[in-house]
Nanobody, 125 residues
Framework: QVQLVESGGGLVQAGGSLRLSCTTS????????TAWFRQAPGKEREFVSVIRWDGSGTNYGDSVKGRFAVSRDTIKNTIFLQMNSLKPEDTAVYYC??????????????????WGQGTQVTVSS
């Protein structure tokens, strides 16, 4: 079992920045990758970013490329999502998820085995 807890959400004006954190615990040695997804009201869950724990890289959704950056503290097993140049359309609940099987389809939410409870991000215009 892996537990994930997100934090850092809040209300910010358009153009501002926020940094989300995802603290992992439990059998973290089994994690291949952790991803951020988001879901706005009435919309499907959307892939935001992924970071692979073997150091092989990161990927981003098209809507956040160049504005968001994902990183990991390897000692604390915490994942960060730095969000810059925020837009009202970034408003959503942001979720952290862990893949413990290494399937490879990193942008599909069904590939992830454990999820956090989510943190709300609201960007005002």
């Amino acid at each position: 079992q892996v537990q994930l807890v997100e934090s850092g959400g809040g209300l910010v004006q358009a153009g501002g920045s926020l940094r989300l954190s995802c603290t992992t615990s439990g059998r973290t040695v089994s994690i291949f990758a952790t991803a951020w997804f988001r879901q706005a009201p009435g919309k499907e869950r959307e892939f935001v970013s992924v970071i692979r724990w073997d150091g092989s890289g990161t990927n981003y959704g098209d809507s956040v490329k160049g504005r968001f950056a994902v990183s990991r503290d390897t000692i604390k097993n915490t994942i960060f999502l730095q969000m810059n140049s925020l837009k009202p359309e970034d408003t959503a609940v942001y979720y952290c998820a862990a893949d413990v099987y290494g399937r490879g389809y990193y942008d599909r939410d069904y590939e992830y085995d454990f999820w956090g409870q989510g943190t709300q991000v609201t960007v005002s215009s």
